[in-house]
């Protein structure tokens, strides 16, 4: 909580009168990735992103946008076993992947999109100064794995 507070510029008793409680800021600062998820999810369902290519793009796009938070999950076990944070995010992720791969997949395809998904996952790891110019080569790579063709219009993006 301290070293928050100081990247705040403030005190830690200032803090603690907006969350009382750590969980709460956990809350929060995962909130917007969530929710992030959770549009992707509708959007999927309801047929607003079926082009395998632009949903890993979407879903790239999410991960890059929210990186600090993709990293505190990955990195924080308090946030992966958290029933409204870490549940969430694997049974939203699990949600994604079965809608990317289709209805009724074959064994290859369910592969092939795990490992697709494994790329975009993989982006914690990268540096941020470097991923922000590489979403191309991240984006690429991912639909490689699906074994989709890659567009010049999702990979620009």
């Known amino acids: 909580m301290r070293e ?4 705040l510029h403030l005190t830690k008793a200032a803090l603690y009168y907006h969350f009382p409680a750590k969980e709460l800021l956990l809350l ?3 909130r917007p990735f969530l929710d992030g998820l959770s549009r992707m ?3 999927l369902r309801s047929g607003e992103h079926s082009d395998p290519e632009s949903v ?3 879903y790239l796009d ?11 999950l990955g990195r924080e076990p308090a946030t992966q076993y958290h029933p409204d944070i870490g549940q969430r995010v694997r049974s939203l992720v699990a949600a994604i992947q079965q809608e990317l791969a289709g209805p009724d997949p ?6 092939r999109t795990a490992c697709a998904m494994g790329v975009v996952h993989a982006v914690p790891q990268m540096p941020v100064h470097q991923l922000r110019h590489q979403r191309a080569t991240v984006l690429a790579a991912a639909v490689a794995a699906l074994g989709e063709r890659t567009s010049r219009r999702a990979a620009a993006r």
Do not use: K, M, Q
């Not at 074959?106 to 592969?111: D, E, L």
């Open 4 to 7: 928050i507070a100081d990247r």
């Open 28 to 30: 929060e600062l995962t």
């Open 41 to 43: 999810v509708t959007d």
């Open 56 to 58: 890993l793009a979407a």
């Open 62 to 72: 999410l991960f890059i946008e929210h990186i600090e938070v993709v990293g505190l």
């Open 106 to 111: 074959t064994p290859s395809r369910s592969v």
